[in-house]
T-cell receptor
Framework: GQNIDQPTEMTATEGAIVQINCTYQTSGFNGLFWYQQHAGEAPTFLSYNVLDGLEEKGRFSSFLSRSKGYSYLLLKELQMKDSASYLCAATRIGGTYKYIFGTGTRLKVLA | GAVVSQHPSWVICKSGTSVKIECRSLDFQATTMFWYRQFPKQSLMLMATSNEGSKATYEQGVEKDKFLINHASLTLSTLTVTSAHPEDSSFYIC????????????FGSGTQLSVL
């Protein structure tokens, strides 16, 4: 089976740091993506983790622990434009290769 | 970067009509495309995997006769919502993977369907 969980909503202050968690239970797990999606728009790619550990990319970092079925997205120096939904997605192999998206976390950045 | 084009961006139709949504990969060949559906403030729900030259693979609970998928070429997949009803109103997004550029998924801009 497959199950991907994220908090539904988070609120943070401009300039702060926020961590968005994602837990997954996915058979045939291959890797984990993070996407950002503004309302009414298509998701845009943020990061991809296959191996355990932290991947840093500017203000955004993503972490994966395969043994724990856990990932997080870390956003530093928050800006108002970071207010969006953040989706984690697991890729799975075996049978049809597919991407399964989590429930999404709506982040609101306050001034 | 890779571009996936989707249109129309929005469509309003009467109940009972059929609506076709096109998804094109503009600068790469996509043997596989994915169709997602998204309700307001919810995440993307995978509807089906579209395979070039063969039948689409539908997720459990998705009616294949309702949502017709055709992937006739390496750059085009279409989703037809047949006999649309108000409950079919949703945001539909296609995506594709460029095998030459790793596992990143590229998304179309989405289609907002409103059925009256």
């Amino acid at each position: 089976g497959q199950n991907i969980d994220q908090p539904t909503e988070m609120t943070a202050t401009e300039g702060a740091i926020v961590q968005i968690n994602c837990t997954y239970q996915t058979s045939g797990f291959n890797g984990l993506f993070w996407y950002q999606q503004h309302a009414g728009e298509a998701p845009t790619f943020l990061s991809y983790n296959v191996l355990d550990g932290l991947e840093e990319k500017g203000r955004f970092s993503s972490f994966l622990s395969r043994s724990k079925g856990y990932s997080y997205l870390l956003l530093k120096e928050l800006q108002m434009k970071d207010s969006a939904s953040y989706l984690c997605a697991a890729t799975r192999i075996g049978g049809t290769y597919k991407y399964i998206f989590g429930t999404g976390t709506r982040l609101k950045v306050l001034a | 970067g890779a571009v996936v084009s989707q249109h129309p961006s929005w469509v309003i139709c009467k109940s009972g009509t059929s609506v076709k949504i096109e998804c094109r990969s503009l600068d790469f060949q996509a043997t596989t495309m994915f169709w997602y559906r998204q309700f307001p403030k919810q995440s993307l729900m995978l509807m089906a995997t579209s395979n070039e030259g063969s039948k689409a693979t539908y997720e459990q609970g998705v009616e294949k006769d309702k949502f017709l998928i055709n992937h006739a070429s390496l750059t085009l997949s279409t989703l037809t919502v047949t006999s649309a009803h108000p409950e079919d109103s949703s945001f539909y997004i296609c995506s594709a993977r460029d095998l030459d550029r790793g596992e990143k998924l590229f998304f179309g801009s989405g289609t907002q369907l409103s059925v009256l």
